[in-house]
């Protein structure tokens, strides 16, 4: 048994259960034993090691709830043809988007993609992010997705961070499937998804559920088909045109439903009724230059819980800071600040069918833990291109330290 004492916590910021929100508490210590948090509170005596927070601000690790690692390049120069005015949808139709980024894992060995996605991780970890769900879909073949998913299992098997694998063998309609796009759905639902739940690499089941991707009846048969072999669904949801696909999040009782940035009237209601968790990606909206962000005031009057996370992906989004995300979050999403916290941490891990391990500093769960380089909550929102961290502690060990 070990013991980890931190003291000198000027604040310690923390979704709390009893009260159903994010508290402050000042001036306090944390106990932690092993991977655990054994106690809060004052006086709490000697422990093996001892970290001296310098009345700085202590938060939970980040919980990246959605997220594209497994591939080689970044499609930049798609940033400078956005910039020149061409759409998202009009690159994707001209060879660019997903698609591009396929031939690049197609080609790559496992090997090579292990070194790339570990470097991302480790990146992620220095940022505060201690767990992170991570998504295969740039394969889009049996053996392409069978080897991202085997990339994700064997990074998690050598790395501290915790990563949440999801299966997405529909992100995208590979090349060869053009004008028969029932028989790549067909392929997923009877040989993908049977081997992948057989490997028993992935948790979630993810389809991109959009106008010129998969329709409707195809997302619902693709997710139906995942549940029958243990996949749990989520989804990307009315991203760019309002398909329904909040609905269906609901009919098929998604854990979540991400993106919503052209969620409908009827979508905000039914999700208001349902347990489905909105997860926003205020990164994307921004990273694309549009300016139609989701509707985060409505939903949350709709009674809807709502997590934010990166959507780290080489084409649309190429950010993997949580703090800048929160940023965002607050300037574009015009979420309160310490929603913002709640949503990165709590809602996050909830999204994820993990709260009751992760997303908070409460006695029982896993320490991971952010210490800060500054005192207070609002300077994680302000700071926007540069948010210090001192320490990040994983599952109770302090692994980056000044
Ligand atoms: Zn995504």
Same mark, same amino acid.
């Given at each position: 048994m070990s013991t980890l004492k931190l003291f000198n916590i000027g604040q310690l910021v923390t979704y709390n259960t009893p009260s159903d929100s994010i508290e402050t508490f000042f001036d306090i210590e944390v106990m932690i034993e092993? +991977?655990?948090i054994k106690e809060i509170g004052n006086g709490l005596g000697i422990a093996d090691e001892m970290i001296d927070c310098k009345n700085n601000l202590v938060t939970p690790g980040f919980v990246d709830s959605h997220t594209h690692p497994v591939f080689i390049d970044s499609r930049d120069d798609e940033f400078l043809r956005r910039l020149g005015g061409e759409s998202y949808e009009s690159i994707a139709e001209n060879g660019g988007g997903i698609v591009k980024s396929i031939q690049g894992v197609r080609e790559a060995t496992e090997s090579q993609l292990i070194d790339l996605v570990k470097k991302r991780m480790d990146r992620f970890l220095k940022l505060g992010t201690t767990t992170i769900e991570a998504k295969s879909g740039y394969g889009l073949n049996m053996e392409s997705e069978l080897k991202s998913l085997s990339v994700l299992d064997k990074v998690? /098997? *050598?790395h501290a961070i915790d990563i949440v694998p999801t299966f997405m063998g529909a992100h995208s309609f590979p090349p060869n499937f053009v004008n028969r796009e029932q028989d790549y759905v067909d392929l997923i639902c009877n040989e993908m998804i049977p081997e992948v739940a057989k490997q028993g690499i992935a948790k979630f089941n993810d389809v991109f559920c959009e106008k010129g991707y998969f329709t409707i009846d195809q997302t619902r048969q693709i997710l139906r088909k995942g549940l029958d072999y243990g996949l749990k669904p989520r989804l990307h949801a009315d991203e760019f045109y309002s398909t329904g696909s909040a609905e269906l999040a609901v *009919? !098929?009782?998604? +854990?979540?439903a991400d993106h919503l940035m052209a969620i409908s009237e009827e979508g905000i209601k039914r999700m208001g009724k349902s347990n489905v968790i909105a997860t926003l990606l205020p990164g994307t909206t921004f990273f694309l230059g /549009?300016? *139609?962000y989701a509707p985060y005031q409505d939903l949350y009057d709709a009674g809807i819980n709502?997590? !934010?996370a990166s959507d780290y992906n080489p084409g649309s989004c190429f950010i993997q800071s949580m703090p800048f995300i929160i940023s965002l979050?607050?300037?574009y999403l015009k979420i309160p600040l310490l929603e913002a916290i709640k949503a990165s941490t709590?809602?996050?891990?909830k999204s994820l069918l993990l709260e009751n391990k992760i997303g908070s500093? *409460?006695?029982g769960k896993n320490a991971d833990i952010i210490v800060w380089g500054f005192p207070k909550i609002e300077q994680i929102a302000s700071m926007v291109s540069h948010q210090p961290i001192d320490i990040v502690i994983k599952n109770g060990k302090p692994l980056i330290t000044p």
């Open positions: 092993n +991977s655990q998690q /098997k *050598e *009919e !098929i009782q998604a +854990s979540s /549009k300016t *139609e709502v997590a !934010i979050a607050c300037i709590y809602t996050a891990a500093i *409460e006695t």
